[in-house]
């Protein structure tokens, strides 16, 4: 069978585990399901072109490779005569009705044509011809893919059948990859440029193929295969609009709160900090950073390497703090579950990143293939790439959520200078907080009701006591954002005891 001999003789081993991946839930539902109780939804565009091809492959495999007596392969079993629903709509473009009607002869698709409206039409339809499952081309990213799996039974209010997406976590470049690699034909609109086909009234060439030609008035585009960032597939849809994701009430947005600062919390994920074989250092770095551009740090928490550790922190403090910073937990291994959690707690699904898997194949290069891919799951909708040349790789953003790679203070240092210098940077520089620190010998007991007076006279100043060893001096720290209150408060401390009760010390 050619489609499932030119993957597999394909060195692109992506590729073959989308293909194995797509082919298997193809597969799984004709086991399910008997052939007469399924239907393919066609719409003569690239996705659904490569569904009908996966299905030709699948069908093929179900089937157990059979052969006519004389050795050639089944007919019926190379085209795949599944019943296939086509939505004819007046605003298509007559080229996706000439592929549509041409691909359903070559492949002897028992082609079913609806002239009404999706939900209608399939009412009617089901209702003359009791159908289980329908398969679909639907990949992540699409408008109505949110929510959906391999195999999702139909939305309420809608007919009951069982919604089968073999090509769900498919990227831009996965289907192209497809397309090409196994050398099916598909509609001409792709060769003008179009990206992404709608109808004659919202979807024009996607201008990112243009070619600059000034003795073509009309303008001229490449193929839609050279589109290199698959995340703007749908770039020529004129009524493209930014995606907005209300899961949490400020989405990624700042505002400054009634004590006039930020807040922000930092999540370490990491079981060696928990087992006491690894020491947390990056945190109280962080925290010097954020007081250096006059952010309030409101909590520190170790989670384990847990998806739903990770989740419930993230979820209680997104909502809490204007910023939440993530260590720990990204990567490919196994206890690497912090993007994980983050989509947890958003109530979103990981997705493929085709930009950070660029990213990954210039890093890693040919490690980064095959089922490796999962490195570049990011959660849907929410997620943005920060970058800046000093970089290897960009720092995700997830709404208020920043996740950081840093796996000591120095990359630390790199990544905070890189976050700060970015023209849209996330973080809002205020004032910073000032500090003040006294020593004394005074025993805790001497000095309890001086500071508990001196912290209700001084709400705006932070004044707190730590102690390295018993016998060691007491520490009083200081800190605030006005000068003037901070040196006001240390001078009433100092006056409250005899002279050279205090001395002043630098703690760095």
């Known amino acids: 069978m050619e489609i499932d001999h030119a993957v597999r003789e394909s ?5 073959q585990t989308k293909y194995r991946n797509a082919v298997y839930v193809i597969q799984r539902a004709f086991a399910l399901y008997e052939f007469e109780q399924v239907a393919f939804s066609f719409n003569g565009g690239k996705d ?9 492959a699948g069908y093929y ?8 007596s004389n050795g050639s392969l089944s007919d019926s079993v190379l085209k795949c005569p599944i019943r296939t629903i086509y939505f004819e709509s007046p605003c298509a473009f007559p080229e996706i009705n000439s ?24 009412e009617a339809l089901l209702k003359e011809k009791p159908t289980k499952a329908i398969f679909l081309g639907t990949r992540i990213g699409d408008p109505n893919a949110v929510g959906q799996e391999q195999f999702s039974p139909s939305s309420i209010g809608w007919p009951p059948f069982m919604r089968v997406n073999p090509i769900l976590d498919w990227s831009y470049r996965d289907v192209w990859a497809f397309i090409l690699t196994c050398k099916v034909q598909y509609c001409s609109l792709y060769d003008q440029g179009y990206t992404s086909i709608g109808s004659i009234y919202d ?33 020529g849809r004129t009524k493209m609009h930014l995606k907005c994701n209300s899961t949490s009430p400020n989405n990624g947005v700042i505002s400054v709160n009634s004590s006039g600062f930020f807040t922000a919390s930092i999540v370490v994920v990491g079981d060696e900090i928990l ?8 945190s109280a770095a962080l925290c010097k950073k954020l007081y250096g551009i006059g952010w309030q740090v409101t909590r520190v928490a170790v989670v384990q390497n847990e998806i739903d550790s990770v989740a419930e922190e993230v979820e209680q403090r997104k909502f809490t703090n204007d910023m939440v910073f993530l260590f720990g937990g990204f990567g490919p291994m196994q206890s690497d579950v912090s993007l994980a959690g983050v989509a947890k707690a958003f109530g979103v699904r990981l997705a493929p990143d085709e930009e950070f898997e660029e990213y990954l194949r210039h890093l890693i290069g040919k490690h980064c293939t095959g089922d490796r891919n999962e490195m570049a799951l990011f959660p849907e909708g929410i997620t943005e790439l920060l970058q800046h040349e000093k970089l290897p790789l960009p720092l995700v953003k997830c709404q208020n959520v920043i996740i950081l790679a840093a796996t000591n203070v120095c990359e630390l240092e790199t990544q905070w200078d890189c976050l700060l210098e970015l023209p849209n940077t996330p973080l809002v520089r205020l004032t910073p907080f000032m500090s003040k620190h006294l020593s004394s010998m005074l025993s805790d007991v001497e000095i309890a009701q001086t500071i508990s007076k001196l912290c209700l006279e001084f709400p705006d100043v932070y004044i707190g006591c730590q102690r390295k060893s018993r016998v060691k001096p007491l520490i009083i720290s200081f800190v605030g954002k006005d000068k003037t209150r901070i040196e006001l408060a240390a001078g009433r401390l100092c006056n409250s005891f005899p002279e050279g009760a205090f001395s002043e010390v630098n703690c760095g």
């Not at 060195?11 to 590729?15: F, H, T, Y």
């Not at 659904?48 to 030709?56: D, E, I, K, P, Y």
């Open 11 to 15: 060195s692109d081993r992506r590729l």
């Open 48 to 56: 659904s072109t490569v569904l009908l091809h996966l299905l030709r």
């Open 61 to 68: 495999l179900h089937k157990g490779k059979p052969e006519c």
């Open 99 to 122: 592929f549509t009607y041409e691909t359903a002869t070559v492949y002897g698709l028992q082609l079913e044509t609806i002239h009404s409206d999706f939900k209608s039409g399939l």
């Open 203 to 235: 979807t024009v060439p996607n201008a990112l193929l243009s070619i600059a030609d000034s003795a073509n008035t009309k303008g001229t585009f490449k193929p839609a295969y050279m589109l290199s960032d698959g995340r703007l597939e749908r770039a």
């Open 275 to 282: 087992f006491g074989t690894a020491e947390d250092k990056l």
